[in-house]
């Protein structure tokens, strides 16, 4: 069974949408790694639309009061977001390869550990004021959400669930991820002139190449 390096996937997240990690002030403990014998699924860099040509006064104008690096802002914290995505669907594809068979031992130990590890750099992030105000309400909504995926982790950890019932029990989990990137999608389109559909298009491409690297599948050429 492949491996997945963890700590990259976290960093070619964060790299792919043009920003690192928030500065907390605070040293951040390093993630486990585990280390890969297949390579980790890349996010292209997000689309933008070509400006169209028209007079200046007619161009789009960032919202008032807003800093000129606000959409880079935007796009790390939709990074950020993007990772919980990314550690939902780890954890309910760890869980059916537990109750399958094909994962166990120090493997699956250590990909439980690096699970872990994401959900505490995305409690982090978000524990900090939203990066710009187009992504105030996603960035609020994945504060609640982020708790119910460690609740399901701990709650598998301690035997009080088993393998098979992880799946149902991210359910509800799974479908606010996919509300809040959506209106994360929708907010950086209206407010920063960035592509939603196309970046709606990348990110669920990257997600199905994550499950496709966790199931140890071939990953289809472009």
């Known amino acids: 069974m492949r491996q997945i390096a963890l700590l990259s996937l976290l960093a070619l997240v964060l790299e792919a949408c043009g920003a690192g990690a928030p500065s907390t002030g605070q040293p951040t403990p390093p993630l486990p790694i585990v280390q890969p014998t297949a390579a980790v699924p890349t996010i292209p860099p997000l689309p933008t639309r070509e400006p169209a040509a028209a007079p200046a006064p007619e161009q789009p104008a960032e919202p008032a009061g807003a800093p000129?690096?606000?959409?880079?802002?935007?796009?790390?914290?939709?990074?950020?977001?993007?990772?919980?995505?990314?550690?939902?669907?780890?954890?309910?594809?760890?869980?059916?390869?537990?109750?399958?068979?094909?994962?166990?031992?120090?493997?699956?130990?250590?990909?439980?550990?690096?699970?872990?590890?994401?959900?505490?750099?995305?409690?982090?992030?978000?524990?900090?004021?939203?990066?710009?105000?187009?992504?105030?309400?996603?960035?609020?909504?994945?504060r609640g959400v982020a708790p119910?995926?460690?609740?399901?982790?701990?709650?598998?950890?301690?035997?009080?669930?088993?393998?098979?019932?992880?799946?149902?029990?991210?359910?509800?989990?799974?479908?606010?991820?996919?509300?809040?990137?959506?209106?994360?999608?929708r907010s950086l389109a209206e407010q920063y002139g960035i592509d939603g559909a196309e970046l709606a298009r990348i990110r669920e491409g990257a997600i199905a190449k994550l499950r496709q690297s966790l199931q140890g599948a071939p990953t289809p050429a472009p």
Do not use: C, H
């Open 148 to 185: 119910l995926l460690r609740d399901v982790l701990t709650r598998w950890l301690s035997n009080q669930i088993s393998a098979a019932n992880v799946p149902g029990a991210l359910q509800p989990a799974q479908e606010r991820i996919d509300s809040l990137l959506a209106d994360a999608e």
């Open 68 to 142: 000129a690096d606000s959409a880079g802002q935007a796009r790390g914290g939709y990074a950020a977001l993007v990772l919980l995505k990314g550690a939902a669907v780890m954890l309910e594809e760890t869980a059916r390869q537990y109750q399958s068979g094909q994962l166990q031992g120090a493997e699956g130990a250590g990909r439980l550990i690096g699970i872990g590890a994401i959900l505490s750099s995305a409690d982090q992030q978000l524990g900090q004021d939203a990066p710009a105000p187009g992504l105030q309400q996603a960035w609020d909504a994945g």
